[in-house]
């Protein structure tokens, strides 16, 4: 005979949590956003004529300087958002887990 037992999956015996909050994943958000925005800042339409250089069109405040500050921006607020410590579930009444208020 052949005895058939079910097998506990190794991904459903550990509990559900997620490594990030909310607000990690608003941060994220915020600076993926900022991210594309400096990138399409940065991308510029072609020149009115192509037989003639314009150099101030190319090379502009809004793509030499705005577009890779609001990049660097982003990126440090998505780096923000990976290091900054979830927040802790609330302790349910029965654990005893209460700390006193100051």
Do not use: H, Q
């Not at 991210?35 to 991308?43: P, S, V």
């Not at 890779?68 to 780096?79: D, E, Q, R, S």
């Amino acid at each position: 005979m052949r005895r058939t037992e079910k097998k506990e999956s190794i991904f459903s015996s550990g509990s559900r949590d997620f490594i990030f909050g909310r607000k990690n994943f608003i941060y994220m958000g915020i600076g993926l956003g900022l991210i594309l925005l400096g990138l399409a800042t940065m991308a510029g339409g072609s020149m009115p004529d192509p037989n003639k250089w314009e150099p101030e069109r190319i090379y502009s405040f809004r793509r030499i300087t705005l577009a890779p500050l609001l990049m660097v921006a982003g990126f440090i607020t998505v780096i923000l958002g990976i290091f900054k410590k979830s927040d802790a579930p609330a302790a349910s009444p029965e654990s005893g887990d209460a700390s006193p208020s100051e």
